[in-house]
């Protein structure tokens, strides 16, 4: 007999036994305190090392069950050492399955995606290779060891937060992220991508976001359609009644290459913290420099991947500055129209 319910989260009685989904983000929290003859964990390579043997391993403690650890490769992270741990076979096993090994697969499809990626991009998606940090800004140890996994637990209190915005609507999406100063270090404590709809309510959904989180300085693009937008931000704060410092910055190579620099700094310095926000981790880990072709350095995401939270990220370390001693600020570039700013 089969019964299926799905509220408040998945769960399938059959034959007297019971199987059910849950999430492990926000460290697991909604798993300590249970137990399970089996757990089997999806895209583990993004769970927060410390969720495996903290809270999976002792669920399995009483019934002395078994671990399944499934994931596209993210680096050689947590999840590369386990694969390492079971290829000599005396703690676990690990087996490697790349998409050519799945007859249900076409040939086709493959060929289509390896011209569509890049090298690397294939190699992770359909060859389950572990590819090292070669070319990337932000190494995998430096990502890791800034991840904080409280901030996914992070609240709107009475300290004033810090803002980077990147404009997006089509290929790539609007991006918010807000630090919080706490000592020397800046911490991540909202973290989004908005919805692909029209600018207006994009602007409401910011503002919105800017009076809970108690927003007072926000540096965002003000490059092509982002100048206007900027602007447009300014009048619709000013409306509203937010005293709110707006900082338009117009993306040139050289301004680029500066928050970008700014914020590994911060980051190998440990002066930025992040949650394991699933998608922020993917853009940081996909973010890389090369040369181009007329000898100069380009900092973007790899092939068909997003860079919108990175910039976001970025232009936010970039409004608290000061917190990064030694390095330097953007000039900001504008277009010129005088934007009056509310006192803070």
């Given at each position: 007999k089969l019964h299926v319910r799905v509220t408040p989260y998945p769960r399938v009685h059959v034959n007297g036994g019971e199987i059910t989904a849950r999430s492990a983000y926000r460290q697991a929290r909604s798993l300590r305190g249970r137990s399970a003859h089996r757990i089997v964990v999806d895209e583990a390579a993004y769970l927060t090392e410390e969720v495996i043997p903290q809270v999976l391993m002792p669920m399995l403690a009483d019934t002395e069950g078994q671990l399944v650890l499934l994931s596209t490769p993210f680096g050689r992270n947590h999840f590369w050492h386990w694969y390492q741990r079971g290829q000599s076979g005396t703690v676990c096993r690990s087996f490697r399955f790349p998409t050519t090994s799945n007859p249900r697969i076409s040939a086709g499809f493959l060929q289509m995606q390896k011209q569509l990626l890049t090298e690397r991009q294939f190699a992770i998606e359909y060859g389950a290779q572990f590819v090292d940090d070669a070319g990337a800004v932000f190494?995998?140890?430096?990502?890791?060891?800034?991840?904080?996994?409280?901030?996914?637990?992070?609240?709107?209190?009475?300290?004033?937060?810090?803002?980077?915005?990147?404009?997006?609507?089509?290929?790539?999406?609007?991006?918010?992220?807000?630090?919080?100063?706490?000592?020397?270090?800046?911490?991540?404590?909202?973290?989004?991508?908005?919805?692909?709809?029209?600018?207006?309510?994009?602007?409401?959904?910011?503002?919105?976001?800017?009076?809970?989180?108690?927003?007072?300085?926000?540096?965002?693009?003000?490059?092509?359609?982002?100048?206007?937008?900027?602007?447009?931000?300014?009048?619709?704060?000013?409306?509203?009644?937010?005293?709110?410092?707006?900082?338009?910055?117009?993306?040139?190579?050289?301004?680029?290459?500066?928050?970008?620099?700014?914020?590994?700094?911060?980051?190998?310095?440990?002066?930025?913290?992040?949650?394991?926000?699933?998608?922020?981790?993917?853009?940081l880990h996909a973010f890389t420099a090369s040369h181009s072709g007329s000898g100069h350095i380009r900092l973007q995401a790899r092939g068909s991947e997003h860079d919108d939270l990175v910039i976001a990220l970025a232009l936010a370390v970039q409004a608290g500055g000061r917190m990064v001693p030694g390095t330097p600020s953007v000039r900001l570039l504008t277009s010129g129209k005088r934007r009056e700013v509310c006192g803070v």
């Open positions: 190494p995998q140890v430096v990502i890791e060891a800034c991840i904080q996994p409280s901030l996914a637990e992070a609240r709107p209190n009475s300290t004033p937060t810090l803002a980077g915005l990147d404009w997006g609507r089509y290929r790539d999406y609007t991006a918010l992220v807000l630090l919080r100063e706490s000592g020397a270090q800046l911490q991540a404590v909202h973290v989004e991508r908005l919805p692909s709809t029209g600018w207006q309510r994009q602007i409401e959904r910011l503002l919105h976001q800017f009076g809970e989180w108690r927003v007072r300085t926000v540096y965002c693009d003000a490059s092509g359609i982002g100048d206007p937008l900027a602007e447009m931000l300014q009048q619709s704060l000013s409306h509203h009644h937010l005293h709110i410092r707006v900082e338009p910055v117009v993306f040139t190579a050289s301004t680029k290459r500066t928050i970008i620099e700014t914020l590994a700094l911060a980051m190998e310095q440990r002066r930025v913290a992040i949650p394991p926000h699933p998608d922020l981790l993917r853009e």
